[in-house]
């Protein structure tokens, strides 16, 4: 039901736009069903750059990725995923926000085994013009804001059955520019940070894969003074993504915004995203969320296509913001796949000297099953069933040892 959802809202938003009267009207509906969250405290922080998402997975599945965090979107979600991506990858997003504001990024991200690193430039810009009081215009130019980030994480404990326990952190150095004809004393500089926890791991999985069944996340994002007197957008998320059917995948995320300064700079009230993405081939997807944040839902809906060299994900977003019908709040990732640094034939490799080692244990070649068990082992560490073979085998041994020792006193 929401793979057919999907598909068919993105298709009839990007084919047969409804007119913006009727749109804000059946919007407004909506909204007034989420009165509740309507907060007062909204847009009191500073970079609101930091709070947009840029594009990929991440906006498509309404930004509920803390859990998820699979792909180079993972910098604005979760910093832990960089040392549990499958590829390194390049990417380059663009995202049409609203009006003529833009935001372009780029992405680096590599994991050597157990260490993830990656570097990211997110950029907003839209053409501003100030006017006096009495409606003259002032001036024009540009308002932009620049981010760059650079990542590194580390997984512990991962093996065959569990993905590990991966942490990590983002450092971010932030830029606002004001054009002092529009606003003069008003560009800044800022500097934060955000931590992250990652881990995944096979919860009540009732189908075969060797890929993880279930995640947990959990962030701090955006710890650092404040600029020019405006705090940062400092939050705290935790989510939950878990996959009972394996071409879905679901995902809940709790956000809950948070000051150093309560009395004199209050946060915003809690919110949370709800998301999901069904495979439908090997190589094509859709996904679809909704973000609850600041009394003004956002849905969003997009597909991704999955090539062997490269990979392509195309979101739209609806909210009070979107501009039916104009080709605003559309976001494109493209990711260039770089390989896997050989993970996935150490893999193999390590898979075939643990079957030959069986073979050997099976015709009762105990020296040989554990001669291929530590072969593979020596292939890749975290093949756990080479391990759990080569203990029995020892076991085994100690057995028949204890056995010809009775036989002798015999």
Not at 73 to 87: E, G, I, R, V
Not at 214 to 227: D, E, H
Not at 277 to 282: G, I, M, P, R, S
Request: aromatic share 14%.
């Amino acid at each position: 039901m929401q793979r057919g959802f999907a598909g068919v809202l993105l298709a009839l938003t990007a084919v047969f736009p409804l007119p913006a009267a009727d749109f804000n009207d059946v919007y407004a509906d909506v909204q007034d069903r989420f009165n509740f969250l309507q907060d007062p405290n909204a847009g009191l922080t500073v970079f609101p750059i930091l709070t947009i998402p840029l594009g990929g997975e991440y906006e498509g599945m309404g930004t509920a990725y803390t859990a998820v965090a699979r792909d180079s979107s993972f910098f604005d979600a979760n910093p832990a995923a960089s040392s549990m991506l499958k590829y390194t990858e390049v990417s380059l997003l663009h995202n049409n926000w609203i009006a003529d504001t833009n935001i372009e990024g780029v992405v680096y991200a590599n994991r050597e085994d157990d260490l993830g690193y990656a570097f990211a430039g997110k950029f907003l810009y839209v053409p501003f013009t100030g006017y006096t009081h009495w409606g003259e215009r002032s001036g024009a130019g540009y308002y932009s804001e620049s981010i760059f980030i650079g990542n590194v994480s580390r997984n512990f404990l991962a093996d065959y059955y569990f993905g590990g326990i991966s942490l990590g952190a983002n450092f971010k150095a932030a830029y606002r520019h004001v054009s002092a004809s529009i606003a003069a004393g008003q560009s800044a500089a800022g500097v934060m940070a955000d931590l992250g926890l990652l881990t995944r791991f096979n919860f009540f999985k009732p189908y075969y894969s060797r890929d993880k069944n279930a995640a947990f996340g959990l962030v701090v994002r955006n710890l650092g003074p404040p600029v020019l007197g405006e705090p940062v957008p400092s939050s705290l998320s935790a989510g939950f993504a878990y996959s009972f059917f394996r071409p879905v995948l679901l995902a809940l995320d709790l956000n809950i915004p948070f000051s150093f300064n309560p009395a004199a700079e209050p946060a915003q009230k809690p919110g949370g995203a709800l998301g999901t993405t069904v495979a439908l081939t090997n190589f094509f997807s859709v996904q679809g969320g909704l973000l609850l944040k600041g009394g003004n839902p956002r849905f969003s809906v997009g597909s991704t296509v999955n090539l062997p060299q490269f990979t392509l994900v195309v979101n739209y977003t609806l909210d009070m913001t979107t501009q039916v019908g104009k080709p605003d709040r559309f976001s494109i990732a493209m990711k260039i796949n770089l390989g896997d640094n050989g993970r996935a034939e150490r893999f193999r490799q390590a898979e075939e000297y643990y079957l030959q080692g069986i073979e050997h244990y099976a015709r009762g070649n105990l020296a040989g099953a554990i001669e291929y068990c530590q072969k593979a082992l020596q292939t890749d560490s975290s093949y756990t069933p080479a391990q759990e073979t080569i203990d029995t085998v020892v076991r085994t041994l100690e057995l028949q040892e204890r056995m010809d020792a009775l036989q002798r006193i015999d």
